[in-house]
Every structure is written in C-alpha cells, then in structure tokens.
C-alpha cells in the first residue's frame, strides 16, 4: 500500500477507495503527516535571538546562482554552527495558472512555454500531453519519438548549465581556498582518480577549472549549451520557446539531413558526459573523505517524486486509464520513493496522493465555504482530495510577510502529506531501481543503480555505473545530475536510433490531427519532467475552453514553504541539517557557502511571470514581496 | 566599415518592446553596404557565439544597440545616444549576468556586459535608451514613446551610417543595479 498518511485503501483487485467511516477524509487531523523535522515556532525563534548574541539571522536575497527569484532567510547558531530556522521565499508570483483561464488551449503551448526561460519546451509539452489527454488524441510512434528526443536535448543544455555555470563555482578554487584554506590545501595533494577521462591529475587542479568567468570547465559548459540549442532548433525551430510542439506530435520536418545534422550535435555528448560524470565522482569522493560533515551539507530524507519521461512509441496512448501501462514503459520511469524506498511507479497513485495547500503561501483557500468540490474522483473513478490540483483555484493575495503566516508566493505540495524533493536525479533513482525500462544495448536498470555504457567518441567507450546513494545530500543531487547527462544523452542516442530506423521504412508522419471540442466538460494532465524533474500540467476544458489550468512545477516542490502540519520545505529541511564549515571563527566573515551549496544543489529555477492578470484581462503591475526586513 | 544594428527586448511588452519594434522598421530600409541590422532579443550567450562567427577579417567595427531603459530621471519617451565607456561591474556582478543570460533573461545592460567580458564586442559600442513609460502586456506604445518612434528609429539609423554624427556622442555608462548576497541580523 503506497499511502500511509491519506484515508484511501485499496481493495483485493487493486482499487482504491476512502476508508470508511471517515466524516471528513482530507481534514488535517484525519490525515496527518508522519514524523519528522519540524520547524521551530516562530516565538521560540524571536526568543533565541534575543537571549543569545551568537544566534543571528543570516539572509540571502537574492540566492544568486539561481534561476530567477529566491530569497532565503536562516537563524544560525555560530557557536554550535548548525542553522536553527530556514525559510524558502519566492518572491515573485507566477500567474499562468490565472492567465489561461478562458483561453483555447491550443494557447496554453504557447503562454505557459514561458513560464522558464531555460525550460520553455517541457512547459510547451506538458501542455500538449494534457491537452491530448483531454480532447483523446494520440500522436503517432514518429511523433513520440521526435518528441522524446527534443527534450532531451533541452535537458543537454539544463545540465551542464547547471553543473558549471551554478553549481559549479560552490566547489571552485576561488571560492573554496579563502573559505576553507586547509581544503584547499589537501586538494592540492589529492589525486584525481579518474584522470584519464577528465584529464585532472589532482583536485585542485578540478577546482581551478571550476572557476566561474574564466575557468575551463566553465567556459566549456557556455560551448556545450550552444550545441544542445543547435540540436534542439533542428526539431523545435527556436529554443527556449519551440514552435513545433502540438497536441497530437510535433510539426517538425523529419529526414535522413535532419537527423545527420542531429547526431553530429549528439555525439559530442558522448565524451562530454563521460567527463561529467566522473567529475562529479572525483569531487564528491574528495570532500566525503576530506570531512565526512559535508556528507550533512543539504541533506534531508530521501523523499523523492518523478513523473518520469521519455513515452514508448509503442505504448503512449494519451489515456488517463492506461497512464500506469504507458508511464511504466517509459525511459525514466515514474514513481515515488519515501525514505529511500520505492513506493509506487503508478502515475495514477502519484496523482491521486498529490495536494497543493496554501497556509504559508499569498493565495486564498479555496476550499470551505461551500466551495463545490469539481473532481471527487479522477477519470478513473480513484478519490482526490479537495486540494488536487484538479479542484485547486488559484487565488493570489499579495500580503506582508510573516514567518508565523504567509511568506512566499510558492504553495505546498505534498505527495502522501510529505514534503517530496524533485530533481533529475529522481528519475535516474526510480529508473534505477524499479527494473522497467525499455531493453537497451546501453542501459540496464539493476534495481540498486543504473549502468550506462557511453559509446566512443574521442575517448574510448566506457562504462558508468550510477549507485543509489546512502545519503541523500547536496552532494549525491550534483553528482545525480552529472550521471544524468550520460542517462540522457543515452536516451536521446536511443530516440535517434529509432527515428532512424522508421525513417528507413518512410515513417515520417509526426503528428495526428486533432479537434478541440466545443461542447461538454474534458480533464487532462500532462505528465512529463523539466531538467529538474518532476512537472504536471492539469488542464480542464469547458466548452471548449479553458476552466483551469494548474502547473506543479519542481521547484513548486521544492522552493515550497513549512506546511501545515510544520514540516519544512525540501530547500528548508536540507538548509536545517546543513553544518557550517568554513574555516572563519567570526560570524560575519561567513559566506553561508554551505547553505548556499545545499540550496545550489536542487537546481532552483523560480523564473515564473512577475506580472498580474487584472480582471480587465491586462497583465498590469509588478509584484515583488521581498525578503527585506525579515527581522522586524 | 561593419556594423551591426540591434534591438533588444522582449515582444509585446508595451514599452519595452521598443528594441524590438525599432529593429522591425529598419530592417525594411535599405542598409549601406556593411550595414546589418539584426533582432538581438535572445540569450546573450548565443549572441556572443553569433559574434564570434563572424569571419576574423571582416568582424564588426561598431554595434548600435537600442532597447528600453528605465532610469526615471528623464521623460517618458525621453531618447538617449551614447558610446558606451565600456565601464564593467565587478566579476561577481558579471557572474550574475551570464546566470540571468542562461536562465532566460534578455536585457541590453546582461548582453552588452556580457559580450565586452568574453571580448566579442568591437571597442565601438553605441547605445540608444528610450525612456519607457508603460510596462504590461501588450502590443501598443505608450503616446510618449509611439511619439518619439520615428526619431528613435532616425536616431537608430544615422548611428548605424553616420559616422561623424557617432564622432560627436557623448560618452556614457550603462545603468546597471548591483544586488546584495547576504545579510546578517
């Protein structure tokens, strides 16, 4: 059974159902969330800085190195060095969810494509699979495909960006020598164990590279992105906002010049993901046994949730009842996985355990007062919650900031009322674990982790092994989605691989035709992935139109604030168990590296609208509550 | 002499598409020989990547840039034309230009900053501001920038082709923000 928290059992055959005789099923205290970290009050907190002068409140705003707007606000005890609060604030509101409403959804490609600036194409598709879903149209095998590959393609470009360009730095030279000078100095000693791939003979030499502006590594991840795009427009006429992504397929032109041209882009991933991976490993393995405190840095339960990604032609047919069939046949499989274990691959389980709640958030409840309840059930006749995204309204309130009430424009969404983390890594996990993915020359799932055999490039062909890891850190998340360019760029291989061979047989229909009804009620929800992993779109059409849309994207998990039990956020749970290790015995010398290594490592992407739709249906101002006198 | 003619922007933001519409109508005029007039409204990044293709010998000489900028000490559809002092912020502020750059942000200040650190700026750099008043969604100028059109577009045009007009700009420093990373309380 994959719920403990919710009332919904299942019975012999698999069914599920309420619990019976529950008056109320979805109160809070009917279902309550387990045991686990809990934030302190906020008056315990006020008392502490007030009674202790090495408890200070320590805030970051902007966190730079982030997509978009986040600001972060910590109480740290710089004696004990261990943070006793943290609050994750996004600080702009996304409006998508309020914008669509009314519209044809053939729009909702286009305008929810740029909720992200780096993801535009996973919105664009999302978009279509709900859109499919509802309207009950399916794209044929060559579409799948061609779809497939594109987004892996955008994840080429996620990666590496995220890796060298954000992340990386953290774990630099520059960064590393001023604030952990004895570090610094074992790593100019330490060898690199997998010199012959990455070329470092020792650390140092990795953490110079590493640099941000100038260093090689860093100036290598701006080229790499350029290639990805290169690939991607091949297929998607523009990035990051694709013009050929439709319900149905996709409207590309695909031939043997396109898909030549393609692979001279992809092949470059071979060698480049090798390198990756095995940067990630050296780095890691050094700072592990150089002080196994860093193995606390942004670490938390291992409460993981994926929706997977990457259709088989074969079995994708754009259903809501077959979604467990189809989603199971997917590359990266879904699934959800609670304090390490996998609990369910299920796409319908993981809808049906998802809420959105508000407490901490500038929206409006919109359940009580009578508030009709539009989907007890899904298509399939499971329960849902008065807080699934398909029930959900988005109300926003923009408001003051208090830590005891709202604090943020991001909701919380829990799976099972836990605070579940998204990345890639997620999927690399589940895929990694749950032996379902599609037969492969070049990847086996092994049921404890995933082994990819990378073709040759300049560099022979060589065998990585991803481990599902025994912490779940910042740490292991870096070095998940270094071994996520190897999974990817395999996948992408395999999508090309099988344009390919339907081209060889004339295969080149991309797109089935389609018609939105004009008449009666639809539901649909895209289940896909950004480079960060987990994304829904949940649609519902009226008449033909738009009645709501709601879009859970990663970092809506992630960047999510304490909810209503008490149970911190991702980012605020790995930003509470994460030690202070710089080398500085003065508390404001501190550079809050390590708080900002474990907010770093979830790939935080909070670019989103900074615009308000007014009822007069014009986007008319700014919103900006910001993290500014949090203290006050 | 080459030279590249851009505007930057994002469409249908009022205002703020102004690079945007500039660009638009000369690209219908008929550019001198050398004269290349582009849309620059993309991840900065690229643009320096499309800078860098350019043939060593035939690299541009000057880049005109025309975009919205808000400085709210001038009138709105306030033009302002200058060559560029090639004044650069600090490293980490560079640093935080080339994040917004991957993660999706277009501005002028990112794209001109950016370029002149990966050296794929000619030493010429001209820029024209417009003063935007109206910053929602939407295809429509403000009066005071719709106005003003014809002249940014002419202003636009003879920096592109006149040098000796170009000779006599004053020049200016970008108006860039600087953001805090921590504070402690």
Partial sequence: MCFKNL??????????????????????ATATAPEGPRQLTADKIEDLLKRNGHIKSMDFDPVTRVAGALAFHTVADFDKRKILEARSVATLFRGYEVIMVGRDPRDAIFITSRACGVCGGVHSTCSALATEMAIGCCPPPQGVLVRNLALALEFLYDHPLHLHLLAGPDYSQVIVEPTNPSLYERAKTSEARHTGIHGYRTIAELMTDLNPLTGKLYVEALHMTRVAR?????????????????PGGMSSTINLTV???????????????????LIWDDLTEFFYEANPEYKKVGARRANLIDTGIFDHPDAYDAT?????DWGNRRWATPGAIVDGKLVTTDLKKINMGLEEFVEHSYYEEWTGDGQKMHFPTDPSGNPLSPYHPWNKVTRPRPQGQNWKEKYTWDTTPRWDRQGMEAGCYARLWNTAVARKMPESPFMESTGHSLKMRVPAGALPETDLE?????????????????YCMAFTTLIAF???????????????????????PKRGTQQGVGFWGAGRGYLTHHLTLDR??????????????????????????????AVMNTPLLEETGDATKFRGLDVLRAIRSFDPCMPCTTHIQSEGGLITREVNTCACGLDE | MRVLAGGIGYPDLCDYSIGIEVQEKLSEREAPPGVVVEDLSYNPIAIIQRLNDEAPDS????????????????PSGAVSCYRWDGGMPSDEEVQRAVTDAVTGIIAMDNTLVIARYFKALPEEVVVVEVEPETHEFGAALSAEVSTAFPNICDTVWRCATDDAFVGQLPSGALALTVVPLIRFG
């Fill in chain 2, 59 to 74: 690299l541009f000489e000057r880049v005109v840039v025309v975009s919205a900028v808000k400085r709210g000490d001038r």
């Fill in chain 1, 466 to 482: 991803w481990h599902v890891p025994d912490v779940w850190n910042a740490f292991e998340r870096n070095r998940g989605r270094a």
């Fill in chain 1, 494 to 516: 395999e999508q090309w691989r099988a344009i390919m061979e339907r081209l060889k047989d004339g295969d080149t229909k991309t797109a089935t035709k389609f018609e939105i």
């Fill in chain 1, 259 to 277: 898909m030549n041209e393609m692979f001279v882009r992809l092949g470059q991933f071979f060698d480049y993901s090798k390198k990756l991976a």
């Fill in chain 1, 7 to 28: 009332p919904v059992e299942f019975d012999s055959a698999g069914k599920p159902f309420l619990r019976a005789g529950v008056g109320d099923p979805y109160a809070t």
């Fill in chain 1, 230 to 246: 290169e690939a991607y427009v091949l297929i998607c006429g523009k990035y990051p906002h694709p013009q050929t992504i439709v």
């Fill in chain 1, 320 to 324: 809501y009842e077959s979604a467990d």
């Fill in chain 1, 544 to 573: 033909g139109a738009v009645a709501n849309y709601q879009i859970v994207t990663p970092s809506t998990w992630n960047a999510s604030p304490t909810d209503r039990w008490g149970q911190p956020g991702p980012y605020e749970e």
